[in-house]
């Protein structure tokens, strides 16, 4: 009988599940209360245009290329709309800035790829977005902490870091609007120190704006590739490669991103989509673009004023429901809260307590640090979140917490 685990890559060893898919299979129990799964609300999708949509395509004109193979770049006409999208945030570019990924997750596997060599040095904040890591990590990096906020850290710090493991540095890589799992945000400054960063060390930066349109608070700030843009003096100059998604907005499940960069990185990532499968489907992709044409911008602010009032149920409940030592960001936008818990707490242990005892989820943070810190972190989506489970969820939480401080 074959010893499979004998015959896998070497970058096999470094795969491992995600918490947070596991996790998702909670929501099937229905006397549990969860924050765990950052999910869109299904009841919020467009629908009705989606339906319309795909009745037209597959009745209409369009039915053989929506059934067709098509280009790797993505369909032209959504490759427009995303190149507008983008100049309407600061970054001229055309439709050959553009391709059209699986999802972001999709850009950011491709991207690894791209930069990434076995002992290669890829910078990450702490905490980061785990789907990144899982990415990231089947091309055998090591990771080195990236700090927005500032601090001592030098450039040269990092180069002889990355040398001395045997390796070079290959990308830094954060998400600046309402990061997955904290919540946060970077400012203009931090922005511009991280390209300044990148510029001394000369290496690409990837900005993961999935939840770039959820805003609920404060003023907007430039992305990344819009200052770099600014600086550079165009898209085709920049070193930021921005991964955008739909499936925060519109669906999740038609699995439709981009990536928007110069075109010499684009030219390479069309060249991975070819490999990897031919394209995204052209169905979901003309969908996706007569959908966008129609309600992206009402469709968006309704998204807004629904997941800010979860959000702000949570939030009071926490003021209300958390012992003293615990504390959380309070986000502009997105769906997540980051909870920091006493030192000698585990997040782990906490969600095996909760779920048993109380009948809450949530994700431990220890998954979303590269180097295994941050254990008694803990992250809470609101997303799904309506009032009575906002109280009663945090509530519960609350009482977990308390007797685990107390040693109960």
Known sequence: MQSWPDRYARRANRMQASEIRELLKLLDQ???????????DAKLFPSEAFAKAYGELLTGDEAGA??????????????????AHMAGLGVPCSPDNIVITSGSQQALDYLGKLFLSPGDTALVTRPTYLGALQAFSAYEPRYDQL?????????????????????????????????????????????ERMLDLCAELDIPL???????????????VSPILAIDCERSGGIDQTRTIY???????????????????????ISKLVLMKQASDLHSPSINQIAIH??????????????????????????????????EGVSWTKPEGGMFIWVTLPEGLDGAALLERAVKTERVAFVPGKAFHADGGGANTIRLSFSLANEKAAKEGIARLGRVIRAAMAGV
């Open 243 to 265: 991964c955008g998604t739909f499936s925060k907005t519109l669906s999740p499940g038609l699995r439709v991103g981009w990536a928007c960069a110069a075109k010499p990185v």
């Open 290 to 323: 007569r959908v966008a044409e129609a309600c992206y911008e009402p469709h968006t602010a309704m998204l807004r004023d629904n997941y800010r009032k979860r959000r702000d149920w949570v939030l009071e409940a926490l003021e209300k429901e958390m012992p």
């Open 206 to 220: 990837v900005e993961d704006s999935a939840y770039q349109a959820l805003r609920y608070d404060g003023e907007a």
């Open 30 to 40: 229905p006397d549990i209360i969860s924050f765990a799964g950052g999910i869109p």
């Open 66 to 83: 929506a059934l067709q193979y098509s280009v790797s770049e993505g369909y032209l006409p959504l490759r427009q709309w995303v190149a």
């Open 147 to 191: 700090v927005p906020e500032g601090g001592n850290r030098t450039p040269s710090s990092y180069r002889e870091a990355a040398e001395a493991a045997g390796g070079r540095l290959g990308m830094a890589y954060l998400t600046p609007d309402f990061s997955n799992p904290s919540g946060e945000t970077l400012d203009r400054a931090a922005r």
